[in-house]
């Protein structure tokens, strides 16, 4: 499975973007598909997943700004983000697990200047 991110880009403070996820094949909706980020010198994080029968879990830091869903009928998962911050600027990643076993993607860069 390969998954490509795209939507990323430069935003001023309070602004929003939609990033988008699209995975070469079909993934079921009872595999977990989810957003992590990367910032310069820290360690990945993990942002939002989601999967069908639970609800959408998001990270502490972003749960009243962002949006995760997914249209499994175009292989797709969102993550909607408003009101960014200067601290959401990062890589943001798009993963999926399957069986056991976890796709990345290769990133879409998000830069929030104050």
């Known amino acids: 499975v390969q998954l490509v991110e795209s939507g990323g880009g430069l935003v001023q403070t309070g602004g929003s973007l939609l990033l988008s996820c699209v995975a070469s094949?079909?993934?079921?909706?009872?595999?977990?598909m989810g957003w992590y980020r990367q910032a310069p010198g820290k360690e990945r994080e993990f942002v939002a997943s989601?999967?069908?029968?639970?609800?959408?879990n998001l990270a502490d830091s972003v749960r009243d700004r962002f949006t995760i869903s997914r249209d499994n009928a175009k292989k797709k998962v969102y993550l909607q983000m408003k009101n960014l911050k200067p601290e959401d600027t990062a890589v943001y990643y798009c993963?999926?697990?399957?069986?056991?076993?976890?796709?990345w993607g290769q990133g879409t860069q998000v830069t929030v200047s104050s």
């Open positions: 094949e079909y993934i079921l909706s009872s595999n977990i």
């Open positions: 989601i999967r069908s029968g639970r609800d959408p």
């Open positions: 993963k999926a697990r399957i069986e056991g076993n976890d796709y």
